[in-house]
């Protein structure tokens, strides 16, 4: 499954009422670290079904970064049921985010 890019409109739909965890990765396209994480997400987004992987970019949906509280970036979320179960700041290894997704 690829990765998703979310806008505000959208991510109620998408995040919230999807039957799949959401992993959430709040980004900017100008944060270094944010980039380096980019390839790890779509890896981890193509090796699996169980999770949908969305991304969403705090300078074009600011009220939804607002709404979760992202104060840095990148930030990631596990959302189930419509509610957020874990998080996690800052940059993950592959083998870091394969144990964070588990839900």
């Not at 109620?12 to 709040?26: G, H, N, R």
């Not at 996690?88 to 839900?103: E, N, P, R």
Request: charged residues 20%; aromatic residues 8%; contains cysteine.
């Amino acid at each position: 499954m690829n990765v998703l890019h979310v806008s505000q409109q959208d991510f109620e739909q998408e995040v919230l009422k999807s039957d799949k965890p959401v992993l959430v990765d709040f980004f900017a396209t100008w944060c270094g670290p944010c980039r380096a994480l980019a390839p790890i997400l779509e890896e981890f987004a193509m090796s699996q079904d169980a999770v949908k992987v969305v991304k969403v970019d705090v300078d074009q949906a600011p009220g939804v970064a607002q709404a979760f509280g992202v104060m840095s970036i990148p930030t990631l979320y596990m959302i189930k049921d419509g509610k957020p179960v874990s998080k996690s700041v800052g940059m993950l290894s592959k083998d870091a985010l394969k144990k964070f997704s588990q839900i």
